[in-house]
């Protein structure tokens, strides 16, 4: 079984389209992590949500939108794409509150925007 | 700031050790993390050190901490293979609320030649 889930898995837009990410985890987990790794590998945290509250908002832009509606999801809406957002976005949920926290990832969604 | 930095390039024969380096930034944190990035996948936690320890040895990997210099290392043992991956250090300057944010290394490319 899949613990941290994410559709699609590539997913190729023209400019100016809206389109959604999604994501589940099946660990229980309260916490969930959208993050971006860039064609260089950075990766940086982007949001963050706490039993469906967001918790971290990491000045994306706002045509960045998640949606956690239950604690098992958390769903990523981009509108008007951009060439810039094209990256590797990686979901990921942890149980704060252990003693080392482990943040488990999904295996990412590959964003080409033309 | 929140930069970690990471050397990007390493490569070793199989059989050698590796040692992959990491400056971070926030002494405040908690835990330092060593996660690995196979190709085309998502990132998994390899192994961590607690802050107030210097060492810590899992199998193949040990990981020393030098908390004055804010200098975190990785050591592969017998390096092989299946180790060539993308290796990225982390720190969590906020551990112990609702959600921790890792702040991620820039990566190092871990190349092993057979």
């Known amino acids: 079984d899949t613990a941290v889930s994410q559709t699609p898995k590539y997913l190729v837009t023209q400019m100016g389209n809206d389109k959604s990410i999604k994501c589940e985890q099946n660990?229980?987990?309260?916490?969930m992590y959208w993050y971006k790794q860039d064609s260089k590998k950075f990766l940086k945290i982007m949001f963050s949500?706490?039993?469906?509250?967001?918790?971290i908002n990491e000045t994306v832009p706002n045509r960045f939108s998640p949606k956690s509606p239950d604690k098992a999801h958390l769903n990523l809406h981009i509108n008007s794409l951009e060439l810039g957002d094209s990256a590797v976005y990686f979901c990921?949920?942890?149980?704060?509150?252990?003693?080392?926290?482990?943040?488990?990832f999904g295996p990412g969604t590959r964003l080409t925007v033309t | 700031g929140e930069d970690v930095e990471q050397s990007l390039f390493l490569s070793v024969r199989e059989g050698d050790s590796s040692v992959i380096n990491c400056t971070y930034t926030?002494?405040?944190?908690?835990?330092l993390y060593w996660y690995k990035q196979e190709p085309g996948a998502g990132l998994q936690l390899l192994t961590y050190?607690?802050?107030?320890?210097d060492m810590k040895q899992d199998q193949r990997l040990t990981v020393l901490l030098n908390k004055k210099d804010k200098h975190l290392s990785l050591r592969i043992a017998d390096t092989q293979t299946g180790d060539s991956a993308i290796y990225f250090c982390a720190e969590t300057p906020n551990y112990g609320g609702a959600t921790n944010k890792l702040i991620f290394g820039t990566g190092t490319l871990l190349a092993v030649q057979p």
């Open positions: 050190i607690f802050s107030n320890m």
């Open positions: 990921a949920s942890s149980l704060p509150g252990t003693s080392v926290d482990e943040q488990y």
């Open positions: 926030d002494s405040s944190s908690t835990y």
């Open positions: 660990l229980g987990h309260d916490t």
């Open positions: 949500y706490n039993n469906k509250e967001l918790i």
